[in-house]
């Protein structure tokens, strides 16, 4: 199942951001999206593989 992850940030806390979900999430991860906002703030969403599975 895959979960995302919303973040915010400025623009000179993203490189930070994605390196920290890059090590976090490693072989999980699955996109990182960047969307930038009216203000100039940014929205990261991270989107990775849980290793969680629902009971059937």
Avoid: H, W
Wanted: net charge negative; with cysteine; proline share 5%.
């Amino acid at each position: 199942m895959e979960l995302t992850v919303k973040k915010k940030a400025f623009l000179e806390n993203l490189p930070e951001l994605v390196e920290k979900a890059v090590s976090e999430y490693g072989i999980r991860l699955r996109r990182i999206v960047i969307e930038e906002d009216e203000k100039g703030c940014y929205t990261v969403l991270i989107t990775y593989e849980s290793s969680f599975k629902p009971p059937q």
